[in-house]
């Protein structure tokens, strides 16, 4: 078996993110990758998505950028949120900007889902988000 590592694309899943106030720094608290919900339809405690962009050039002045969480087989979305990032500081193509959105959603099904990041309503990126089949009692 080849093993290719790769580095996934910074859109990351946390129970909570904390903005230190004088460095703005991002505590993200409780990552993970997948929900092993109890039962259909499946509604998770508020959790958070954090997109992470580079590639800006001087400052941004409301720079469109939205979220969309998707069930990959249909297309059906789940949640959606849409917000504007302004900065005071002038950016190069160096820098990071990270962008916390909360989610509240309600997954019908099990499934691969799809959390798709656009600048205004153009895709930029995506990341997976599996929702695993419940476990059976046994």
């Known amino acids: 078996m080849e ?33 092993n919900p109890p039962t259909f339809p499946f509604r998770p405690s508020p959790f958070f998505i954090t997109v992470s962009l580079s590639n800006f050039r001087g400052k941004l002045d409301r720079f469109k950028i ?19 990032i302004s900065t ?27 959390v798709v990041v656009l600048e205004g309503s153009e895709p930029i990126g995506s990341r997976d988000l599996i929702v695993n089949e419940p476990k059976s009692a046994a």
């Open 88 to 114: 005071s500081n002038v950016l190069s193509p160096s820098d990071t900007v990270q962008i916390p959105f909360q989610v509240m959603a309600e997954f019908p099904r099990e499934g691969l889902y799809a």
């Open 3 to 35: 093993i290719e590592p790769t580095i996934p694309p910074s859109v990351i899943f946390s129970d909570g993110v904390i903005r230190e106030e004088r460095t703005g720094k991002l505590t993200l608290v409780g990552t993970f990758h997948h929900f």
């Open 66 to 84: 939205a979220i969309r969480v998707e069930d990959k087989s249909s297309g059906y979305v789940v949640f959606s949120a849409a917000g504007e």
